[in-house]
């Protein structure tokens, strides 16, 4: 499952949520710790992943 890490604007904190690509296109994310809005979406943790190849 991808999930995503996002900043609140609010009240500062970092959450991270699974969400379905479509739920970000309708801006469903909310901060889990005071419920606002105002989230960004940062790096998603899947996209961190590395390849090493030797
Ligand atoms: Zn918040």
């Given at each position: 499952m991808p999930y995503y890490v996002f900043f609140c604007q609010d009240c500062g904190k970092e959450s991270t949520q699974v969400l379905h690509i479509a739920d970000l296109d309708k801006g469903?994310?909310?901060?889990?710790?005071?419920?606002?809005?105002?989230v960004t979406q940062k790096v998603s943790a899947f996209s961190a992943v590395t390849s090493k190849k030797s």
């Open positions: 469903v994310a909310v901060c889990p710790h005071c419920g606002s809005k105002r």
